[in-house]
């Protein structure tokens, strides 16, 4: 098992930034690929981006060209850069730690408990 802790979500205006943080520690961090998902009120979960331990990436388009991740094994931790942000963008944020194969069809079996990101229009 792998624990996760995710930091830096806020409240944002629409065009702002915000950069989340995914602190692992546990068992041997570069065995996981690390992926970020949100869920908004009312909606399902949906994936947001993955790298692998090689820094190999997959973005959803909704967030292509605006977001950015990435990973720093030494500190096992995994980012993500968030710019341009929407009011759609408004959701909880959670990091997940897999395969990328099971982070990308949402089944990762290490989940983090979420950071809130509120974008104002």
């Known amino acids: 098992q792998v624990q996760l802790v995710e930091s830096g979500g806020g409240l944002v205006q629409a065009g702002g930034s915000l950069r989340l943080s995914c602190a692992a520690s546990g068992r041997t961090f570069s065995n996981y690929a690390t992926g970020w998902f949100r869920q908004a009120p009312g909606k399902e979960r949906e994936f947001v981006a993955v790298?692998?331990?090689?820094?190999?990436?997959y973005y959803a388009d909704s967030v292509k060209g605006r977001f950015t991740i990435s990973r720093d094994n030494a500190k096992n931790t995994v980012y993500l850069q968030m710019n341009s942000l929407k009011p759609e963008d408004t959701a909880v944020y959670y990091c997940a730690a897999d395969s990328i194969p099971r982070l990308r069809s949402g089944r990762a079996s290490n989940w983090g408990q979420g950071t809130q990101v509120t974008v104002s229009s």
């Open positions: 790298i692998s331990w090689g820094g190999i990436r």
